[in-house]
């Protein structure tokens, strides 16, 4: 076979309702008689054709034009879909169906198709272009007898004989533009919709769908035509463009009621058996009776053609010199609606005669046969029949056929197949019977009584289910017929049938739903109540049904019906409403004015008396079946709500308002659980009307009804004990504010202000039973909140005010429900810590006060803010990773992980992964989890930004106090902006806030400023104070004007220092949050963002230029700062005073930071850490409190490194603060002699604070410590401490200070231990200075440090006071212990050996260099220009302060150059230092803050000494010894004296400086004056050594007389040694 080409585009089109596996196309190739080749014209003529004349040839041509014959050759099947397409998902089609998965499937894909190619039989790919598939056929087969099921089934074809050849066709999948119409074509795909697989292949005939024209030329000149034909599939007469309806014989046997009319019977010849060859083909044709054989058939047979009217008649193939002629057509006939016994199908049998002689081949009929439709119609098997001669009349009776003359004797040689396709005549006997005599009893023509009638009623239930289902809508019309207008006996038969037949199809519907769908297609499509012909059927359906529930109650036994009635209420209900809806419609029809809508009807009395009788039999079942738990009673129960719902659309209001108070009637109150989950569901129902809103009140004057019912049976529903109710109470409240909210009617703002104010009671209900609300849990807390916003938001000021209006506590409870807004819709961030100065997105704590919205996503509230989540979200570089919200991601939209933020929350939820929030979270997907944030995010700030326009409303009524709250603190405005500060918000609302926040000072400054709302102002200003921390810079400065915004209202209504105390403190606690270093790199610590942005805040807070861009940034107007409140008159904000205030902050925070930056070196650098302790003490000196604690910490560091001194000044001090407090408000025993008294001992203690004191007392903080008690607590700490350092002298003072106060109070007792005390210690004094070794209370060095790597201490020089026993050694190795551990590889710390002065820029860089030199501490009256040496050891100091600010070191240097010279070359640098303060401190190191030095020369330096000397010894001899009177001087520090000036073997002292001075070239280098006052100086050491001799010899016993020898000798050999320098010493001694 070669390759035919098309030459035209040829399809054939066809749709069906759904695709089945049974679906095939059926393709029958023929050939075309013609010259060129395929059928030869011996077709028409016995001759060969080479015997045949040109004429006869002619004549030939001519004949086939007339009498076109198609010879079949071929046939093949297509199977469209197969088995394994399922009825519920879109599996790809089987290898042998040639629609691609994609296009049997229907997925979500749509359009997305993945074209299939087949491959040929030489192995190439078939061409697939699009969404059609090419398929290549090649298993045809030849073309025998008719086509039957079984030879179409043959898997093996074995009766068939294979024809060579392959065949192309393409399938393409259409989209109609209807939608629901699909097309399938040669180029075509259907979609799948809901399969029934009960269709059995053995229910399918088979028919033809012509196709259009020819396929092209074929090389022997024959032609082509290929013909579909669809087994399963008929071709109807709506060809649009060729295209045929497919109609599915499956239906016929479907359980499901006919919703299409079809009436039509389908015609196929299949054989004529003759006795000899003949070219037999037959005509079809539709008869009304026999009577008259020459009258017309009637106009019943669809055409081929498309576009043609019904024919009269049609005609078979030709089939050729055949015996027994095959036929393969099919004959489709329309029947008539109404059909007699003498309807029949009568066929002629042509034979084409083809004689030569004739012009043209001519028909002859050879024969008649007939078929009575009412016999035949139902067979679904071959029937045969014989072929009569010829037509007589009257042929159909059995008389006349008896005298007929038959073909073939008689015999049946005519075989065909009917299939009747009808939704009008039913096959089931019993129906048919039903419809009989229905029509008998509608056309009155039986006997009146129906008892015919009542029997075909009754036998309905015997109906099988299949023809049941089918006919169900014209028997449920004729049912509801005799109900609505049938007599009584009629109207019960028909109901109870009609219940029956109802719970029959529940029953067999497989979708088990509560309301089968072919019963919801029936009320809303099929049933119309006859059109208006008949009067509506509500009347007498309610009367049959209530009659029988009446008869129910009376207790009369009613049979299974009832129950049955009762599950199927919803249908009769449903009608009722229905008809009721028709009859208003006709009613109104005519004069009602285009676009009015259809006023409410009213119903008549009785027919409404009876519908509230069965209203209320209804309700009474509910009742008792909820206490048995039956599920009926639930279903029953929102039949009913849906009957209330309807009717509001159809009756007046009033009417429907009696059927809800009946209900609410019967279920008042607080009942079972379970009959008020009926009651919420019944209201829920009701209230989801869309006129709900404007629904009138039961009186003209009330409000809506509805609404006011729903608003109490909520309030009750939160107070039940069963926890789902108290969930759905609170979810019908949202879901209906939300549908209000979006419901484009009412977006008008009086809409909404009705809305709220019909809404409004339900607020006032939850402040009058608070506790109610407060036992619900937090997912209805919420959903309550959502609503009282929701309601609060759209309602207008004075009925606001009216709640305000009413008391104190009520406003009170008002600001109560607003705060748990705050609280529960607070938006806590992952891992929120701003002020951690972490940004990890760490777990989120499940804190209790975290709320989780994903509890349970409410809808409604997604919905209330859904702009929310319009927001959509774009992750860093989206393109990239692939995560585009508007491509369906398959990661994203899998079964698995829903597209869209709900469906995968409810999916959580309903596979219970979402155990705890955190697991839902995480059971998101990334993006998901992202948009979850930004919508909770959204919730809590809109949330916020509601509740603070309420405030607003609430601060400016409150100004003009016209509402009941309390004005002396006004507690409702401060406890909602403490809640503002206290929960985390968006920059939104900061925005939106701080105008706000400046406009409630403004108003009420006064009272927000007054010392009631101490704790008040202190939680502002700590929420202020951490947001100026914030790493969002617009929320920072917008902390930044808060603060300023504080310091105005203070600046006019209190006294900037309690101001400053009130932030100190507060920085204070804020320190404690905050994180203000992190660790570097290094393990050392450096300060954090957090803390420089801090000292960024309070800094701009007092900045003056960049006030006003600030103010603009934030919203505000620029002159806010300076706008002067009411009952004010002069300007009092001053930039100084803040910048005071500014300063002495960031001093408290500097020393915080400082403290916190040596948190690792704290235990090592004690000196550091006590300097810490100071800083701070000093920095929050503002606040009593504090001060007084960081000195306390101070006090324990000193005691711990045992320096008892300065603990004990730290007592002082703390005395001190206390004792100024108490002064400043005469309260108590001091007086300001004793407070400087006080500071005698201890400097600090200074007359700045006094006034503070008073004003540092805030909430928590102040008065309570500040008492004389505790004052004498610290005064004998510090005396405690004073003489554990041996410092009487002091303990001595404070002793004085403590007297006054036991003296006022009489303690007798404690005077005489005080005064025992002071014996002891003037005792102790005095024995101090009877010592001869003189009392030294400390050592004092001078340490220098030099090095960048010492930070703040670099070039600066401190005087260090440590314990007396500490040598120089000794604090040289602690220092470089301290220091060394700070130094890393590239610093070496070097200690400077001597004491010179440092040039800083000479030392090597990068070293660090530390120098220590003893110090000696200066009197206050010594004269330090005295060359003298100081020997402080050898002057004896009276009982006098120790108090040292200045110190001393001498330095010996040569001016040649050599470090070291002769007594000659020897001069002596003096060097005094002038600390901060004086020692003792509180401290253990002072900076020194001078240092000045003078020079002596060698000569100066050598008197000096020897003065030195004498004047040492001259004091020894004077001074008085303090016991018996007796005014001996010491003997043991006399003869250490001496000892050291003439001993032999010292002399050398003495001595070397006359060598030095006065023999040789020195000698002539002195001054005259120097020389003589040199001498003098020997010679008056000399003369006190002899009396000093003197002295010792009148003291001495027995056993020093041999060290008194050893004196004298010693005097005498210096005496003679200086004689050879002074002779005159001689004369002189």
């Given at each position: 076979?070669?390759?035919?080409?098309?030459?035209?585009?040829?399809?054939?089109?066809?749709?069906?309702?759904?695709?089945?596996?049974?679906?095939?196309?059926?393709?029958?190739?023929?050939?075309?008689?013609?010259?060129?080749?395929?059928?030869?014209?011996?077709?028409?003529?016995?001759?060969?054709?080479?015997?045949?004349?040109?004429?006869?040839?002619?004549?030939?041509?001519?004949?086939?034009?007339?009498?076109?014959?198609?010879?079949?050759?071929?046939?093949?099947?297509?199977?469209?879909?197969?088995?394994?397409?399922?009825?519920?998902?879109?599996?790809?089609?089987?290898?042998?169906?040639?629609?691609?998965?994609?296009?049997?499937?229907?997925?979500?894909?749509?359009?997305?198709?993945?074209?299939?190619?087949?491959?040929?039989?030489?192995?190439?790919?078939?061409?697939?272009?699009?969404?059609?598939?090419?398929?290549?056929?090649?298993?045809?087969?030849?073309?025998?007898?008719?086509?039957?099921?079984?030879?179409?089934?043959?898997?093996?074809?074995?009766?068939?004989?294979?024809?060579?050849?392959?065949?192309?066709?393409?399938?393409?999948?259409?989209?109609?533009?209807?939608?629901?119409?699909?097309?399938?074509?040669?180029?075509?795909?259907?979609?799948?919709?809901?399969?029934?697989?009960?269709?059995?292949?053995?229910?399918?005939?088979?028919?033809?769908?012509?196709?259009?024209?020819?396929?092209g030329p074929h090389s022997s000149g024959s032609k082509w035509n290929t013909e579909d034909v669809?087994?399963?599939?008929?071709?109807?007469?709506?060809?649009?463009?060729?295209?045929?309806?497919?109609?599915?014989?499956?239906?016929?046997?479907?359980?499901?009621?006919?919703?299409?009319?079809?009436?039509?019977?389908?015609?196929?010849?299949?054989?004529?058996?003759?006795?000899?060859?003949?070219?037999?083909?037959?005509?079809?044709?539709?008869?009304?009776?026999?009577?008259?054989?020459?009258?017309?058939?009637?106009?019943?047979?669809?055409?081929?053609?498309?576009?043609?009217?019904?024919?009269?008649?049609?005609?078979?193939?030709?089939?050729?010199?055949?015996?027994?002629?095959?036929?393969?057509?099919?004959?489709?006939?329309?029947?008539?609606?109404?059909?007699?016994?003498?309807?029949?199908?009568?066929?002629?049998?042509?034979?084409?005669?083809?004689?030569?002689?004739?012009?043209?081949?001519?028909?002859?009929?050879?024969?008649?046969?007939?078929?009575?439709?009412?016999?035949?119609?139902?067979?679904?098997?071959?029937?045969?029949?014989?072929?009569?001669?010829?037509?007589?009349?009257?042929?159909?009776?059995?008389?006349?056929?008896?005298?007929?003359?038959?073909?073939?004797?008689?015999?049946?040689?005519?075989?065909?197949r009917l299939r009747l396709c009808s939704s009008l005549y039913p096959t089931n006997e019993r129906?048919?019977?039903?419809?009989?005599?229905?029509?008998?009893?509608?056309?009155?023509?039986?006997?009146?009584?129906?008892?015919?009638?009542?029997?075909?009623?009754?036998?309905?239930?015997?109906?099988?289910?299949?023809?049941?289902?089918?006919?169900?809508?014209?028997?449920?019309?004729?049912?509801?017929?005799?109900?609505?207008?049938?007599?009584?006996?009629?109207?019960?038969?028909?109901?109870?049938?009609?219940?029956?037949?109802?719970?029959?199809?529940?029953?067999?519907?497989?979708?088990?739903?509560?309301?089968?769908?072919?019963?919801?297609?029936?009320?809303?499509?099929?049933?119309?109540?006859?059109?208006?012909?008949?009067?509506?059927?509500?009347?007498?359906?309610?009367?049959?049904?209530?009659?029988?529930?009446?008869?129910?109650?009376?207790?009369?036994?009613?049979?299974?019906?009832?129950?049955?009635?009762?599950?199927?209420?919803?249908?009769?209900?449903?009608?009722?409403?229905?008809?009721?809806?028709?009859?208003?419609?006709?009613?109104?029809?005519?004069?009602?004015?285009?676009?009015?809508?259809?006023?409410?009807?009213?119903?008549?009395?009785?027919?409404?008396?009876?519908?509230?009788?069965?209203?209320?039999?209804?309700?009474?079942?509910?009742?008792?079946?909820?206490?048995?738990?039956?599920?009926?009673?639930?279903?029953?129960?929102?039949?009913?709500?849906?009957?209330?719902?309807?009717?509001?659309?159809?009756?007046?209001?009033?009417?429907?308002?009696?059927?809800?108070?009946?209900?609410?009637?019967?279920?008042?109150?607080?009942?079972?659980?379970?009959?008020?989950?009926?009651?919420?569901?019944?209201?829920?129902?009701?209230?989801?009307?869309?006129?709900?809103?404007?629904?009138?009140?039961?009186?003209?004057?009330?409000?809506?009804?509805?609404?006011?019912?729903?608003?109490?049976?909520?309030?009750?529903?939160?107070?039940?004990?069963?926890?789902?109710?108290?969930?759905?109470?609170?979810?019908?409240?949202?879901?209906?504010?939300?549908?209000?909210?979006?419901?484009?009617?009412?977006?008008?703002?009086?809409?909404?202000?009705?809305?709220?104010?019909?809404?409004?009671?339900?607020?006032?209900?939850?402040?009058?039973?608070?506790?109610?609300?407060?036992?619900?849990?937090?997912?209805?807390?919420?959903?309550?909140?959502?609503?009282?916003?929701?309601?609060?938001?759209?309602?207008?000021?004075?009925?606001?005010?009216?709640?305000?209006?009413?008391?104190?506590?009520?406003?009170?409870?008002?600001?109560?429900?607003?705060?748990?807004?705050?609280?529960?819709?607070?938006?806590?961030?992952?891992?929120?810590?701003?002020?951690?100065?972490?940004?990890?997105?760490?777990?989120?704590?499940?804190?209790?006060?975290?709320?989780?919205?994903?509890?349970?996503?409410?809808?409604?509230?997604?919905?209330?803010?859904?702009?929310?989540?319009?927001?959509?979200?774009?992750?860093?570089?989206?393109?990239?990773?692939?995560?585009?919200?508007?491509?369906?991601?398959?990661?994203?939209?899998?079964?698995?992980?829903?597209?869209?933020?709900?469906?995968?929350?409810?999916?959580?939820?309903?596979?219970?992964?979402?155990?705890?929030?955190?697991?839902?979270?995480?059971?998101?997907?990334?993006?998901?989890?992202?948009?979850?944030?930004?919508?909770?995010e959204n919730v809590s700030a809109t949330v916020s930004l509601q509740v603070l326009e309420i405030?607003?409303?609430?601060?400016?009524?409150?100004?003009?106090?016209?509402?009941?709250?309390?004005?002396?603190?006004?507690?409702?405005?401060?406890?909602?902006?403490?809640?503002?500060?206290?929960?985390?918000?968006?920059?939104?609302?900061?925005?939106?806030?701080?105008?706000?926040?400046?406009?409630?000072?403004?108003?009420?400054?006064?009272?927000?400023?007054?010392?009631?709302?101490?704790?008040?102002?202190?939680?502002?200003?700590?929420?202020?104070?951490?947001?100026?921390?914030?790493?969002?810079?617009?929320?920072?400065?917008?902390?930044?004007?808060?603060?300023?915004?504080?310091?105005?209202?203070?600046?006019?209504?209190?006294?900037?220092?309690?101001?400053?105390?009130?932030?100190?403190?507060?920085?204070?606690?804020?320190?404690?949050?905050?994180?203000?270093?992190?660790?570097?790199?290094?393990?050392?610590?450096?300060?954090?963002?957090?803390?420089?942005?801090?000292?960024?805040?309070?800094?701009?807070?007092?900045?003056?230029?960049?006030?006003?861009?600030?103010?603009?940034?934030?919203?505000?107007?620029?002159?806010?700062?300076?706008?002067?409140?009411?009952?004010?008159?002069?300007?009092?904000?001053?930039?100084?005073?803040?910048?005071?205030?500014?300063?002495?902050?960031?001093?408290?925070?500097?020393?915080?930071?400082?403290?916190?930056?040596?948190?690792?070196?704290?235990?090592?650098?004690?000196?550091?850490?006590?300097?810490?302790?100071?800083?701070?003490?000093?920095?929050?000196?503002?606040?009593?409190?504090?001060?007084?604690?960081?000195?306390?910490?101070?006090?324990?560091?000193?005691?711990?490194?045992?320096?008892?001194?300065?603990?004990?000044?730290?007592?002082?001090?703390?005395?001190?603060?206390?004792?100024?407090?108490?002064?400043?408000?005469?309260?108590?025993?001091?007086?300001?002699?004793?407070?400087?008294?006080?500071?005698?001992?201890?400097?600090?203690?200074?007359?700045?604070?006094?006034?503070?004191?008073?004003?540092?007392?805030?909430?928590?903080?102040?008065?309570?410590?500040?008492?004389?008690?505790?004052?004498?607590?610290?005064?004998?700490?510090?005396?405690?401490?004073?003489?554990?350092?041996?410092?009487?002298?002091?303990?001595?003072?404070?002793?004085?200070?403590?007297?006054?106060?036991?003296?006022?109070?009489?303690?007798?007792?404690?005077?005489?231990?005080?005064?025992?005390?002071?014996?002891?210690?003037?005792?102790?004094?005095?024995?101090?200075?009877?010592?001869?070794?003189?009392?030294?209370?400390?050592?004092?060095?001078?340490?220098?440090?030099?090095?960048?790597?010492?930070?703040?201490?670099?070039?600066?020089?401190?005087?260090?006071?440590?314990?007396?026993?500490?040598?120089?050694?000794?604090?040289?190795?602690?220092?470089?212990?301290?220091?060394?551990?700070?130094?890393?590889?590239?610093?070496?710390?070097?200690?400077?050996?001597?004491?010179?002065?440092?040039?800083?820029?000479?030392?090597?860089?990068?070293?660090?260099?530390?120098?220590?030199?003893?110090?000696?501490?200066?009197?206050?009256?010594?004269?330090?220009?005295?060359?003298?040496?100081?020997?402080?050891?050898?002057?004896?100091?009276?009982?006098?302060?120790?108090?040292?600010?200045?110190?001393?070191?001498?330095?010996?240097?040569?001016?040649?150059?050599?470090?070291?010279?002769?007594?000659?070359?020897?001069?002596?640098?003096?060097?005094?230092?002038?600390?901060?303060?004086?020692?003792?401190?509180?401290?253990?190191?002072?900076?020194?803050?001078?240092?000045?030095?003078?020079?002596?020369?060698?000569?100066?330096?050598?008197?000096?000494?020897?003065?030195?000397?004498?004047?040492?010894?001259?004091?020894?001899?004077?001074?008085?010894?303090?016991?018996?009177?007796?005014?001996?001087?010491?003997?043991?520090?006399?003869?250490?004296?001496?000892?050291?000036?003439?001993?032999?073997?010292?002399?050398?002292?003495?001595?070397?400086?006359?060598?030095?001075?006065?023999?040789?070239?020195?000698?002539?280098?002195?001054?005259?004056?120097?020389?003589?006052?040199?001498?003098?100086?020997?010679?008056?050491?000399?003369?006190?050594?002899?009396?000093?001799?003197?002295?010792?010899?009148?003291?001495?016993?027995?056993?020093?007389?041999?060290?008194?020898?050893?004196?004298?000798?010693?005097?005498?050999?210096?005496?003679?040694?200086?004689?050879?320098?002074?002779?005159?010493?001689?004369?002189?001694?």
């Amino acid at each position: 076979m070669q390759d035919a080409k098309p030459s035209s585009e040829n399809r054939g089109v066809f749709y069906l309702d759904a695709p089945s596996a049974s679906v095939c196309l059926l393709i029958q190739l023929e050939k075309t008689a013609t010259e060129e080749g395929g059928v030869t014209t011996s077709v028409y003529s016995r001759k060969e054709p080479v015997h045949l004349t040109e004429r006869e040839k002619q004549k030939l041509q001519v004949w086939s034009r007339i009498m076109p014959y198609r010879e079949s050759f071929a046939w093949a099947v297509v199977p469209l879909f197969d088995n394994s397409i399922t009825t519920n998902t879109g599996e790809s089609a089987s290898p042998s169906s040639p629609l691609a998965p994609s296009m049997t499937a229907s997925s979500s894909h749509d359009g997305v198709f993945e074209p299939m190619a087949k491959i040929t039989s030489d192995g190439k790919q078939g061409s697939s272009g699009g969404s059609s598939v090419v398929v290549e056929i090649s298993n045809l087969n030849k073309v025998k007898e008719n086509y039957s099921e079984e030879s179409i089934q043959d898997p093996k074809r074995k009766v068939h004989k294979p024809v060579k050849g392959v065949l192309r066709l393409e399938i393409e999948k259409h989209r109609n533009g209807h939608g629901d119409v699909e097309d399938l074509s040669e180029n075509g795909s259907i979609r799948n919709e809901s399969l029934d697989l009960t269709d059995r292949l053995g229910d399918l005939t088979l028919m033809k769908c012509p196709s259009s024209g020819s396929v092209g030329p074929h090389s022997s000149g024959s032609k082509w035509n290929t013909e579909d034909v669809s087994k399963n599939l008929t071709s109807s007469s709506g060809n649009v463009d060729n295209c045929y309806y497919a109609f599915d014989f499956c239906s016929t046997t479907r359980n499901e009621p006919f919703l299409h009319l079809f009436h039509c019977l389908y015609v196929y010849p299949v054989a004529v058996t003759l006795s000899r060859k003949r070219n037999p083909f037959i005509r079809v044709e539709l008869r009304k009776d026999d009577t008259d054989v020459r009258k017309q058939p009637l106009e019943a047979i669809y055409p081929r053609e498309p576009g043609v009217s019904l024919q009269k008649w049609a005609h078979t193939q030709v089939a050729v010199g055949a015996r027994a002629a095959s036929y393969h057509d099919e004959i489709k006939v329309s029947l008539p609606a109404t059909w007699t016994p003498s309807h029949h199908l009568l066929f002629t049998f042509f034979h084409v005669d083809l004689q030569t002689k004739l012009e043209a081949p001519r028909p002859v009929v050879i024969g008649y046969a007939s078929l009575p439709l009412s016999t035949y119609i139902h067979s679904r098997s071959d029937i045969s029949l014989p072929v009569m001669r010829e037509l007589v009349p009257h042929y159909l009776q059995e008389t006349t056929k008896e005298r007929l003359d038959y073909l073939e004797d008689g015999k049946s040689i005519f075989k065909l197949r009917l299939r009747l396709c009808s939704s009008l005549y039913p096959t089931n006997e019993r129906v048919r019977d039903f419809c009989l005599e229905y029509d008998r009893h509608t056309l009155r023509t039986s006997p009146p009584w129906g008892s015919e009638l009542l029997q075909a009623i009754n036998s309905l239930k015997h109906v099988d289910s299949t023809a049941l289902l089918q006919f169900l809508y014209p028997i449920l019309n004729m049912l509801l017929h005799l109900i609505g207008n049938g007599g009584e006996t009629l109207q019960v038969a028909a109901f109870r049938a009609m219940v029956d037949i109802l719970t029959r199809v529940q029953q067999v519907s497989f979708d088990d739903a509560d309301r089968n769908r072919f019963l919801v297609t029936y009320v809303d499509y099929s049933f119309d109540d006859f059109g208006g012909n008949q009067p509506p059927v509500y009347p007498g359906l309610s009367t049959v049904w209530g009659s029988l529930a009446r008869s129910k109650a009376k207790g009369y036994r009613v049979g299974p019906v009832y129950d049955d009635v009762l599950s199927m209420a919803w249908f009769f209900l449903e009608l009722i409403v229905k008809s009721m809806a028709l009859e208003q419609a006709r009613l109104f029809d005519h004069n009602l004015p285009s676009g009015e809508d259809v006023p409410p009807m009213q119903l008549k009395e009785s027919v409404f008396r009876c519908i509230m009788q069965l209203f209320d039999c209804l309700l009474t079942e509910v009742h008792e079946r909820c206490k048995k738990g039956l599920s009926l009673a639930k279903r029953l129960n929102s039949s009913l709500a849906f009957f209330c719902y309807d009717l509001l659309y159809i009756i007046e209001p009033c009417q429907v308002y009696e059927l809800v108070s009946l209900y609410m009637d019967k279920f008042s109150g607080v009942c079972q659980s379970i009959l008020h989950e009926c009651k919420l569901t019944f209201l829920q129902i009701i209230s989801d009307h869309d006129l709900f809103v404007e629904m009138p009140g039961r009186d003209p004057s009330d409000r809506n009804y509805l609404s006011s019912i729903l608003i109490q049976e909520l309030f009750l529903s939160l107070d039940h004990d069963e926890l789902p109710l108290r969930a759905k109470g609170a979810r019908i409240l949202v879901i209906l504010l939300c549908k209000h909210d979006f419901d484009a009617r009412y977006q008008k703002a009086e809409d909404k202000l009705y809305i709220a104010q019909l809404y409004f009671p339900f607020v006032g209900q939850i402040l009058d039973e608070m506790p109610v609300f407060y036992n619900l849990n937090a997912t209805e807390k919420r959903e309550v909140l959502i609503g009282v916003l929701q309601i609060v938001r759209n309602l207008d000021d004075t009925s606001l005010v009216k709640a305000w209006q009413q008391s104190i506590a009520r406003t009170r409870l008002y600001f109560k429900l607003m705060e748990e807004c705050l609280i529960l819709f607070e938006h806590k961030k992952a891992a929120d810590s701003i002020l951690g100065g972490n940004n990890s997105r760490g777990p989120v704590s499940e804190g209790t006060g975290s709320p989780k919205y994903s509890d349970r996503l409410s809808p409604a509230i997604n919905n209330y803010l859904s702009e929310a989540s319009r927001q959509e979200v774009r992750l860093e570089g989206t393109p990239d990773n692939g995560y585009l919200w508007q491509r369906v991601n398959s990661q994203l939209a899998s079964p698995s992980q829903p597209y869209s933020l709900r469906e995968a929350l409810a999916q959580a939820q309903s596979s219970r992964i979402g155990a705890s929030a955190q697991a839902l979270r995480e059971s998101l997907h990334p993006i998901l989890r992202q948009k979850l944030e930004l919508w909770e995010e959204n919730v809590s700030a809109t949330v916020s930004l509601q509740v603070l326009e309420i405030t607003e409303k609430f601060s400016s009524m409150a100004a003009s106090h016209n509402i009941a709250t309390d004005y002396g603190k006004l507690d409702c405005i401060t406890t909602i902006l403490t809640s503002f500060f206290s929960r985390n918000q968006s920059l939104a609302f900061w925005k939106a806030f701080f105008p706000i926040f400046n406009r409630i000072f403004d108003l009420h400054g006064a009272t927000l400023m007054a010392r009631e709302n101490d704790r008040f102002l202190k939680q502002i200003a700590f929420h202020l104070l951490r947001l100026a921390v914030y790493r969002n810079d617009s929320v920072r400065k917008r902390a930044v004007i808060g603060l300023q915004i504080l310091v105005k209202s203070s600046l006019y209504f209190m006294q900037t220092a309690r101001l400053r105390a009130l932030l100190t403190i507060t920085l204070s606690e804020l320190m404690s949050d905050v994180q203000v270093t992190h660790m570097k790199t290094d393990n050392t610590l450096e300060e954090s963002g957090e803390a420089r942005r801090l000292q960024l805040s309070l800094s701009e807070m007092a900045d003056e230029a960049k006030s006003v861009t600030l103010l603009r940034e934030c919203g505000l107007p620029d002159d806010t700062l300076l706008v002067i409140p009411e009952k004010f008159t002069e300007n009092r904000w001053s930039w100084t005073e803040v910048k005071q205030l500014s300063d002495s902050l960031v001093l408290a925070l500097d020393a915080s930071l400082g403290h916190a930056l040596l948190g690792s070196v704290m235990a090592m650098d004690r000196y550091a850490a006590a300097e810490s302790f100071y800083k701070l003490g000093m920095a929050f000196a503002p606040v009593p409190d504090l001060h007084i604690m960081w000195l306390l910490h101070l006090c324990d560091a000193h005691q711990e490194m045992q320096s008892w001194a300065e603990a004990a000044q730290c007592a002082v001090a703390v005395a001190g603060v206390i004792m100024q407090a108490l002064v400043a408000r005469n309260d108590g025993v001091w007086s300001k002699d004793h407070v400087s008294a006080l500071r005698k001992i201890c400097p600090m203690v200074s007359g700045e604070f006094t006034t503070e004191a008073s004003a540092a007392e805030v909430e928590g903080y102040g008065a309570s410590k500040l008492t004389v008690d505790s004052a004498v607590k610290y005064l004998q700490l510090a005396n405690k401490l004073f003489s554990q350092a041996e410092l009487y002298h002091f303990c001595a003072s404070i002793l004085e200070l403590v007297i006054p106060v036991y003296k006022s109070r009489k303690a007798y007792g404690q005077l005489a231990k005080c005064h025992t005390l002071l014996t002891n210690i003037y005792e102790s004094i005095l024995d101090q200075e009877s010592n001869p070794i003189p009392f030294i209370d400390a050592t004092y060095y001078r340490v220098g440090f030099y090095g960048e790597k010492f930070g703040k201490l670099d070039r600066k020089e401190y005087v260090y006071r440590e314990p007396r026993d500490v040598r120089l050694g000794d604090i040289m190795e602690k220092l470089s212990h301290i220091y060394e551990s700070r130094m890393d590889s590239n610093h070496i710390l070097h200690i400077i050996p001597d004491s010179r002065q440092v040039k800083a820029e000479e030392l090597q860089a990068g070293a660090c260099y530390l120098q220590i030199t003893a110090v000696d501490a200066v009197m206050e009256d010594e004269d330090l220009g005295s060359r003298r040496e100081r020997i402080f050891s050898l002057s004896t100091g009276s009982v006098r302060a120790r108090v040292f600010d200045r110190f001393l070191f001498d330095t010996p240097f040569t001016k040649n150059g050599k470090t070291q010279g002769g007594l000659e070359d020897q001069w002596k640098r003096r060097t005094v230092l002038q600390t901060e303060g004086s020692f003792p401190a509180l401290v253990n190191r002072l900076l020194v803050t001078k240092s000045e030095s003078l020079e002596f020369s060698p000569v100066e330096n050598a008197i000096g000494m020897i003065e030195t000397r004498t004047t040492a010894l001259r004091n020894e001899l004077e001074e008085p010894r303090s016991s018996d009177g007796d005014h001996l001087p010491r003997l043991q520090s006399l003869q250490r004296i001496l000892q050291g000036s003439v001993a032999v073997q010292v002399n050398s002292g003495v001595l070397s400086v006359c060598t030095a001075f006065l023999s040789g070239e020195p000698a002539t280098r002195l001054r005259s004056q120097e020389l003589q006052q040199l001498i003098a100086a020997l010679l008056e050491f000399m003369a006190v050594c002899k009396r000093a001799i003197r002295v010792h010899f009148r003291l001495i016993g027995e056993e020093d007389q041999e060290f008194h020898t050893q004196l004298v000798n010693g005097f005498q050999s210096l005496t003679a040694e200086l004689s050879h320098y002074i002779p005159a010493i001689l004369s002189e001694l």
